[in-house]
């Protein structure tokens, strides 16, 4: 079965940080690009940060410059989305997804909340 499951959403306080992470099965994710999108209540879904097919390349929103950081670990074909200095902004359901061979694949949501 293809799938890409998450973990480690939960409650963190604002300036906290929370490692999400998303491990793939039935393909490999080396195979191409990731990324994590992440929805809030009440607003549109937005792609948050990716990672290019060779790994040289980050994009993402400006709101988590500096704050997140994506990685690939190929030999145990996860993603990871680290997100440092988090506000109540960053609140959301988190996805992580994989472009492979030109199709798409997302996991299932992992909820992060940010507040005191």
């Known amino acids: 079965q293809l799938r890409l499951v998450e973990s480690g959403g939960g409650l963190v306080q604002p300036g906290g940080s929370l490692r999400l992470s998303c491990s793939a099965s039935g393909f490999s994710l080396d195979r191409g690009a990731v990324g994590w999108f992440r929805q809030a209540p009440g607003k549109e879904p937005e792609g948050v940060i990716c990672?290019?097919?060779?790994?040289?390349?980050?994009h993402y929103i400006d709101s988590v410059k500096g704050r997140f950081t994506i990685s690939r670990d190929n030999t145990k074909n996860t993603m990871s989305l680290q997100m440092n200095s988090l506000m109540s902004e960053d609140s959301a359901v988190y996805y992580c997804n994989g472009i492979i061979d030109g199709s798409p694949y997302w996991g299932q949501g992992t909820q992060v909340t940010v507040s005191s």
């Open positions: 990672l290019s097919h060779d790994d040289l390349t980050t």
